[in-house]
């Protein structure tokens, strides 16, 4: 009896210490399941996944064994572009609703409805200042006013956020706020110098989420400069933001830099990415024998724009006998190298239509050199008299094809664009990209 008695006494408080996120997903048909991960400094741990049910609402049940900290919801894949951080702690449920168009909103959860309100009132002050300059006014009231406002919105929540994890993230967050007037040219110069005045990069509040990412990449894209072209400027700006983040455990430096030469190598501005690659994260990959990131980085350099392409044999299996390698063709002014498949559909529909547009060019204006990666070659080879004119490789082994390797392909159809010296002068996303490439060219020679 004392033992029935006992678990009847130990069921209200172990209810006590569950807590859910839950909330709603629209349009509903757009998601169906989410994923937790606990967010750590360096890794992000699997907690739990949920359903999204046809009515685009989802639970999550988090048992006392759930530790307060920021945890991040994954909707979508890829996993780092499609998701959001929400701050758990330990005492409350968390209710939200998420929209592709609007993002996330807080139905219940103080510290993230709190959080969320310092940012959207901080972005109003701030705009409230650029339509203040913009407007070139003159009132210099009006603007210690709105400076005013920014210092008390600042400290009145960071004092409503007291013993909060949210109180990270405001402190943190807090903007540079001259003490008097000013013109527009001396506080954007003010507010580049003390962007990161209150970032600490050895927090780990501040590393277990989007938060130093999110900083530092404003920062290289949003602070310009009248001097200086935009190559350099971001240069500049890197070298910034490297120099703040030497506090940080040099797992953290590896984290932020990859993600700022990420983001340069998606926008293709390769002379900025291949800067961080020099200046930081090979000397980082090279401290933690990271030998995947150092393959990566110096692969990425090697296929950039302006270099000399990987070589390789035409030669292949007695077939383009006296061609030697790629270096030595002197049979056109540009080359394109196709890396294709004959099971792939986006190949079967994309090849035929560079044969057609090739065939229209002048003669020697583009030869094709076609790479066909595969397990076997019945196929490839029942396909490639129909583009006689293209030079053909024999890629055997398909991914594991050490030309493929030396150019970095992970899919099939990816072209290459080499001018006669057989430098890289484009990586055209498709056939229509490769398309505007020579329309392109063609128009500004006709304009010449």
């Not at 839950?22 to 741990?45: D, H, R």
């Not at 933690?288 to 990566?296: A, I, W």
């Not at 159809?413 to 490439?437: G, H, M, Q, R, S």
Request: hydrophobic content about 40%; some cysteine.
């Amino acid at each position: 009896m004392k033992h029935i008695i006992l678990i009847l006494y130990l069921i209200p408080s172990f209810l006590l210490g569950q807590h859910v996120i839950k909330g709603t997903f629209s349009p509903a048909e757009s998601y169906n399941v989410l994923l937790l991960y606990k967010v750590t400094p360096t890794i992000s741990e699997y907690v739990a996944n949920a359903k999204i049910d046809d009515m685009g609402k989802f639970e999550i049940k988090l048992d006392s064994t759930i530790q307060k900290g920021v945890y991040r919801l994954v909707y979508a894949m890829p996993q780092e572009d499609y998701n959001f951080d929400v701050i758990y702690n330990g005492k409350e449920d968390v209710e939200l609703k998420f929209n592709a168009e609007t993002g996330v909103t807080y139905e219940s959860s103080f510290e993230n409805r709190l959080l969320t309100s310092y940012t959207n009132s901080m972005s109003m002050v701030t705009q409230s200042i650029g339509n203040y300059f913009r407007r070139k006014s003159r009132d210099t009231t009006a603007l210690n006013t709105i400076f005013k406002t920014q210092r008390e919105t600042q400290a009145n929540y960071e004092n409503a956020a007291k013993g909060t994890i949210a109180l990270e993230f405001i402190k943190a967050n807090k903007p540079y706020t001259p003490k008097g007037y000013t013109d527009i040219d001396l506080y954007i110069k003010s507010l580049k110098k003390h962007y990161f005045d209150f970032v600490d990069f050895s927090n780990p509040t501040l590393q277990s989420s989007n938060f130093l990412t999110e900083k530092t990449l404003n920062y290289v894209f949003g602070m310009s400069s009248k001097n200086a072209d935009k190559i350099t400027t971001f240069k500049q700006n890197i070298d910034v933001v490297s120099q703040k983040m030497k506090v940080a455990p040099i797992e953290i430096q590896r984290i932020l830099l990859f993600d700022l030469w990420q983001q340069m190598a998606d926008l293709k501005i390769e002379p900025v990415a291949n800067y961080i690659a020099e200046e930081y994260l090979m000397d980082i990959a090279v401290k933690l024998n990271d030998q995947e990131l150092l393959h990566t980085l110096i692969l990425y350099k090697d296929l950039s724009n302006g270099t000399k392409a990987p070589d390789f044999s035409l030669e292949v299996d007695g077939k383009n006998k006296g061609l030697g390698k790629l270096s030595n063709l002197n049979v056109a002014e540009h080359y394109v190298l196709i890396f294709w498949s004959s099971g792939c559909s986006h190949c079967l529909d994309e090849v035929p239509q560079l044969k057609m547009f090739v065939d229209e060019l002048p003669k020697v204006t583009v030869k094709v050199v076609a790479i066909g990666l595969e397990d076997e070659p019945t196929k490839w080879n029942a396909l490639i008299p129909k583009y006689s004119d293209f030079i053909h490789v024999y890629g055997q082994g398909k991914w594991e094809n050490h030309i493929a390797a030396s150019y970095g392909v992970k899919s099939t159809p990816t072209y290459f664009i080499l001018n006669k010296a057989k430098e890289i002068l484009d990586k055209p996303e498709d056939f229509e990209a490769v398309k505007a490439f020579f329309k392109n060219k063609v128009s500004k020679i006709s304009s010449e």
